[in-house]
Structure formats: structure tokens, C-alpha cells
């Protein structure tokens, strides 16, 4: 059935990925991106391309001002960026506190304000090892909160909590999706890393369907 639905858009692989699926789906979509002080807008910037091109609603909410409330991540303050698998525990260092009960919250808010009845956001599950806001117990309790929040019930729900990279990767293959149009590197030059979590995953999801990433790296890949 047809509805309308936020879907929270970084501009990376996974939410690129969801938006088209929600539109695929024939629902009428509301994206709605975040700036929470993160080391780069590359995938803001990519998310902003994407909307306007397929005429999307879209807004940006800059939380930099609260970035100070959200240290000790490598993603927001001057801490390197571990590079290797999500499995490793280095990784645990790229995780923001408390990002996504604060995402999920304020997209709740602006679901309430366009009468949309579902939020959804792209946790899936390479992200539970390293990721507590990305784990099923915590979508099933905020999906929980967010339907008494408001006068008006909202539903949070994560349609590729069960799925791998590579999976969801396969979704947007079949939909004929162009992921140069995405952004994934925990750095923000002007190439990819080829190194950090982040690229290491992405660039696993390619060589499991024996394909090139479109996206330019540091590295040879």
C-alpha cells in the first residue's frame, strides 16, 4: 500500500539504496538528511544532487551547533579514522553516541509535521556488530516509542535490518541504480580511501557480484 514515508539519506550506499526502494514502491518520499558535525559533506552534497535531479523533497538539518554533545568519535572530532574490517574492534571508534535515537527523533518530528506514517533508515546487518542504534532490539523499541510519542502514531522501521551489504547491493542492481552517485568514505577527499571500514564493506559488496565500484580510491582496487 502507498504512503508516505521519511527516509533518513546520508547520501551514502544504503540509504541511496532505501530512497529508491521507497520509490519504487510507489510511496511518496520525504528525505530528510543530517548535519552532525561529521569530517566531510561529501554525502550530504551527493544526497542534494540525488533529490533535486529526481525532484524529491529534501531537507538538511544542521546539527552542528550540538556537535560538542557527541564527542570521542573518529567520525566528528580529531581522532584517526581506524581502517579495517567492522568486525575489528578498532572500529568501535567511528560510532557517534546516541546518533540514531537523535536522528530517528527528529524524524519522527517532521513525519508528524507532513503527515508522513512511517520513517525509515538504512541500519542493516553488517552494522550490528559495531552499531547499537543498528541493532533489531533497538528499531523494535524505538518503533515502540515512536507510535505513542504523538497524537499520531509513526512507525520506524529498517527494511534491510537483515540484510548484508552485498544484498542490499543486489536490490539496487536490479533497480539499475548508479552508486557513483553515492558517497561512503569515512574521509572526505577526493578519493576514496580504500581503507576504512566504511570502504572496505563497500568495496566487498562489489567484488561479490564481480563488479567495479564506480568510485575512484586511493588504493588500487
Request: proline share 5%.
Amino acid at each position: 500500500m502507498s504512503e508516505k514515508v521519511v527516509v533518513i539519506y546520508s547520501g551514502g550506499m544504503d540509504s541511496f539504496t532505501l530512497l529508491h526502494r521507497a520509490r519504487a514502491a510507489g510511496h511518496e518520499v520525504h528525505a530528510l538528511s543530517f548535519n552532525y558535525g561529521q569530517r566531510h559533506v561529501r554525502e550530504l552534497e551527493c544526497a542534494e544532487t540525488v533529490c533535486k535531479a529526481l525532484g524529491i523533497p529534501h531537507k538538511v538539518v544542521d546539527m552542528s551547533p550540538m556537535a560538542s554533545l557527541m564527542t570521542g568519535s573518529a567520525l566528528t572530532d580529531a581522532i584517526d579514522v581506524p581502517e579495517g574490517h567492522y568486525e575489528e574492534d578498532s572500529m568501535k571508534a567511528t560510532v557517534v553516541p546516541n546518533r540514531n535515537m537523535i536522528l530517528l527523533s527528529l524524524a519522527t518530528g517532521y513525519a508528524v509535521s507532513v503527515d508522513a506514517q512511517t520513517v525509515w533508515y538504512g541500519a542493516h546487518g553488517g552494522d550490528h556488530a559495531i552499531y547499537p542504534d543498528c541493532r533489531p532490539e533497538f528499531v523494535e523499541k524505538m518503533d515502540a516509542v515512536c507510535r505513542v510519542a504523538n497524537y499520531e502514531p509513526v512507525r520506524i522501521e529498517a527494511p534491510y535490518m537483515k540484510l548484508d551489504k552485498g544484498q542490499i547491493l543486489a536490490e539496487g542492481l536490479a533497480l539499475d541504480l548508479d552508486y557513483s552517485q553515492t558517497w561512503t568514505c569515512y574521509n572526505g577527499r577526493e578519493k576514496a580511501c580504500g581503507r576504512c571500514g566504511s570502504c572496505v564493506e563497500r568495496l566487498e559488496a562489489f567484488a561479490s557480484h564481480g563488479l567495479k565500484d564506480p568510485l575512484p580510491y586511493e588504493v588500487e582496487v
